[in-house]
């Protein structure tokens, strides 16, 4: 048990190293391309900090552990905003531009109901991932050719050379792919220990862990005061989730889902704490979320895991 522990957290930190260098490359070619700060917070950034979720979920779909790959992408998505938008906003006020309601929210919206139709039968398969993935193309096509005339504030030009660049992306797509293989294979291993659902490993102990590199970007973000790539990378981190992550995986091999739960329960969980964003948003005149709406998003995250665990 001890050595899987050590192989557990290994593997996380391979993962938090690895989307740490996934994402400083990212950046580097987006500021390259004359990307605005707001296209780059919900493509590039949110992309890298949810490549631990993409690895996970295909590694544990191709080993036959389908609970964990779609309760990764649920519960990450619950702990983005929970956890790491609670935590977020416990530091500073976040102002949510208009356009962030408007197209970006709308969209995760629209894409929570259309996962919800497609799990509706315990499965996602091959068409259905081709779809999601098709839809994040026409996400991004958007969001590179209108979006980005929205933001006109300079950014500062990446030193970084195009070798640097192609290097940082091999070494964090090696450093992920380990990661993610120890991370799945102790996380298996601890939910036949404890005699604990792939359901509830996935949502909490996978969820979290995934989650963190979302959480380590945002307050970074704030420290620097780059607070439209914070709040980018946090709702473009859950649509990455479905539609790249779900959608992928599903295509690299059907998803079968064991835990009726999942459906019953923890994806309206997560249309849930979608839908209390904009209420927050409307419920301030000056279109502002803030300290006790942290609290309130930290209070529901704690009452979810008690009631799973």
């Not at 949502?203 to 862990?209: F, H, R, S, W, Y």
């Not at 923890?266 to 502002?288: G, T």
Request: net charge neutral.
């Amino acid at each position: 048990m001890i050595t899987q522990l050590f192989l557990l957290i290994s593997g996380l930190l391979l993962l938090i190293v690895g989307s740490n260098y996934l994402l400083k490359s990212a950046v580097d070619l987006s500021i390259k391309l004359n990307l605005s700060k707001v296209v780059i917070g919900l493509t590039v950034v949110s992309f890298a900090t949810s490549a631990p979720e993409l690895l996970i979920s295909i590694s544990s779909a191709l080993k036959g552990s389908a609970d964990i790959a779609i309760s990764n992408v649920i519960g990450s998505n619950i702990a983005n905003l929970g956890l790491v938008l609670g935590t977020v906003l416990c530091f500073t006020n976040l102002k949510i531009p208009k356009s962030n309601i408007k197209f970006d929210w709308t969209f995760l919206m629209l894409i929570s109901l259309v996962f919800l139709c497609f799990i509706n039968d315990f499965s996602v398969n091959r068409t259905e991932g081709f779809l999601l993935f098709s839809a994040l193309i026409l996400f991004l096509i958007f969001l590179v050719k209108i979006r980005d005339d929205e933001d006109v504030e300079e950014i500062k030009m990446s030193t970084a050379s195009n070798s640097k660049i192609l290097i940082l992306i091999v070494i964090s797509s090696t450093l992920l792919y380990y990661g993610s293989e120890l991370f799945v294979n102790s996380s298996i291993y601890f939910a036949e220990y404890f005699g604990v659902s792939e359901r509830v490993i996935g949502l909490t102990l996978v969820a979290i862990g995934t989650s963190l590199p979302e959480l380590v970007t945002s307050l970074v973000a704030i420290y620097k005061s780059e607070l439209d790539i914070s709040i980018g990378n946090i709702i473009g981190s859950n649509i990455f989730n479905i539609l790249a992550v779900i959608g992928l995986t599903s295509i690299v091999t059907d998803l079968n889902i064991l835990s009726e739960r999942i459906l019953s329960f923890d994806i309206y969980v997560m249309i849930f704490f979608s839908l209390i964003l904009v209420f927050f948003y409307l419920s301030n005149k000056k279109r502002f979320l803030n300290f006790y709406h942290g609290i309130a998003y930290l209070l529901l995250f704690i009452s979810y895991y008690l009631h799973i665990l």
